[in-house]
């Protein structure tokens, strides 16, 4: 079992960054791969960036690659989102998950946490 909170949200101009964390309960949170998705108003959550368990390979949406940045401290149980260039369009609730399965489908992640707003300004 894995509780999952995130933190760091906010509101951003355009060209602003941000760095979102996510908080992990459990001991078995090393064996976990860790992703961010994002859910923007009248849309479907959407794949943002995933991080293996042992941190060696990220994989990002294109819409991010370049200026969002995944990484994870397992010895703090934390997940970072690290977002630079941001756009209006970056605009979202931005949840974390966990799982044990490969890929980035919304459903082969089995925890999530409760989400939290960014709004970027134009």
């Known amino acids: 079992q894995v509780q999952l909170v995130e933190s760091g949200g906010g509101l951003v101009q355009a060209g602003g960054s941000l760095r979102l964390s996510c908080a992990a309960s459990?001991?078995?949170?090393?064996?976990?791969?860790m992703a961010w998705f994002r859910q923007a108003p009248g849309k479907e959550r959407e794949f943002v960036a995933r991080?293996?368990?042992?941190?060696?390979?990220?994989y990002y949406a294109d819409s991010v690659k370049g200026r969002f940045t995944i990484s994870r401290d397992n010895a703090k149980n934390t997940v970072y989102l690290r977002m630079n260039s941001l756009k209006p369009e970056d605009t979202a609730v931005y949840y974390c998950?966990?799982?044990?399965?490969?890929?980035?489908?919304?459903?082969?992640?089995?925890?999530w946490g409760q989400g939290t707003q960014v709004t970027v300004s134009s």
């Open positions: 459990g001991r078995t949170f090393s064996t976990y791969a």
């Open positions: 991080i293996t368990w042992g941190g060696s390979n990220t």
């Open positions: 998950a966990a799982t044990l399965r490969p890929g980035v489908q919304v459903t082969n992640y089995d925890y």
